[in-house]
Nanobody
């Protein structure tokens, strides 16, 4: 069973930046897809970003939701089994609980939440105007 622990959320002014972290343990991480989703009150869970890594290749493939493309960056530290989400140029509409997710293997549709089998508890990001 994979455990995911997010950190780094907080309150920030519009235009500011934050870096979220997701530390993973309890599973294999040589070939996985890690994702970030967010959910604002009264709204459905929304895809933010994902990163896929296949142990057979040295590079990772990244994906972004349209709302965050160009502002957020997903990355990972394989040695630490940690994935990061750098949030820049934040807007009030980015306010949400951000969740880290894990899927074993390289999944073909990382923007679909149900493709992920493990989830963190979430970290709140609040952007004031």
């Amino acid at each position: 069973q994979v455990q995911l622990v997010e950190s780094g959320g907080g309150l920030v002014q519009a235009g500011g930046s934050l870096r979220l972290s997701c530390a993973a343990s309890g599973g294999t991480f040589s070939s996985v897809t890690m994702g970030w989703f967010r959910q604002a009150p009264g709204k459905e869970r929304e895809f933010v970003a994902a990163i896929r890594r296949n142990s057979a290749v040295r590079y990772a493939t990244t994906y972004y939701g349209d709302a965050v493309k160009g502002r957020f960056t997903i990355s990972r530290d394989n040695a630490k089994n940690t994935v990061y989400l750098q949030l820049t140029s934040l807007k009030p509409e980015d306010t949400a609980v951000y969740y880290c997710a894990h899927a074993l293997g390289v999944i073909s549709q990382p923007h679909i939440a149900t493709n992920f089998t493990s989830w963190g508890q979430g970290t709140q990001v609040t952007v004031s105007s």
